[in-house]
């Protein structure tokens, strides 16, 4: 079993609607959980931290639930600019330098 | 001028060949990490480095090798090239704060050298 592990999609959303996804992790020890975005050939930037208690960013939110060891995000009012590859990255575990681990992405593409 | 720079970008090589990818960083960040990446796999961390005297094996080392010429300057090396090295390779950078509610352990990428062995 994968360490991190993540639906590939690709997710088919229509422009303006929501999309969400999940990426689920084996190392109960994970402290740091991360989405990063790759576009095409480019390379991943940093989304969004995932914090405990879950947080938003604009048009983006992602939850992180421990007893399922899961982290999720959610896309509100999705863009043609959202068409994108989402990278789940968790910290192994408790070294502070954090192990990190990448999920292999989940694909979304926004159509008009 | 990008934060963390790549050279080269695009790589054709023959099996047996050294290869030399560089990175070099304006961020003054003290880590710096190699990895590659597979279509259908995340991305592996190859090698990695905290400092100038500190370097350390990822989970995929054998085959290369890195060196570390300054704070600034990280490059890995195929000493004889093979055809499943075949893969996009970024460098990144971090700059560590030791709280994980802070965002630590965020990473910079550089914008990837694109390296095929035929």
């Known amino acids: 079993r994968k360490e991190v592990e993540q639906d590939p999609g690709p997710f088919n959303v229509p422009e303006g609607a929501t999309v969400a996804f999940n990426c689920t992790y084996s190392n109960s020890a994970s402290q740091s959980f991360f989405w990063y975005r790759q576009d095409c050939r480019k390379e991943p930037k940093l989304l969004m931290s995932v914090y405990s208690s879950g947080n938003e960013d604009g048009r983006f939110t992602a939850q992180l639930n421990r007893a399922s060891q899961y982290i999720s995000l959610l896309i509100r009012d999705s863009k043609l600019s959202d068409s994108a590859t989402y990278l789940c990255?968790?910290?192994?575990?408790?070294?502070?330098?954090?192990?990190?681990?990448f999920g292999a992405g989940t694909q979304v593409v926004v159509t008009p | 001028d990008a934060d963390v720079t790549q050279t080269p970008r695009n790589r054709i090589t023959k099996t047996g060949k050294r290869i030399m990818l560089e990175c070099s960083q304006t961020?003054?960040?003290?880590?710096m990490y190699w990895y590659r990446q597979d279509p259908g796999l995340g991305l592996r961390l190859i090698y990695y480095?905290?400092?100038?005297?500190?370097?350390n094996k990822g989970e995929i080392s054998d085959g290369y090798s890195v060196s570390r010429q300054a704070q600034a300057k990280f490059s890995l090396s195929l000493e004889s090239a093979i055809p499943n090295q075949t893969a996009l390779y970024f460098c990144?950078?971090?700059?560590?704060?030791?709280?994980?509610?802070?965002?630590?352990?965020?990473?910079?990428f550089g914008a990837g050298s694109r390296l095929t062995v035929l």
């Open positions: 480095s905290f400092d100038v005297k500190d370097i």
């Open positions: 990144a950078t971090s700059d560590f704060s030791g709280k994980y509610e802070t965002g630590a352990n965020v990473l910079t």
């Open positions: 961020k003054g960040h003290d880590r």
């Open positions: 990255v968790v910290n192994r575990g408790t070294d502070s330098w954090g192990k990190l681990q």
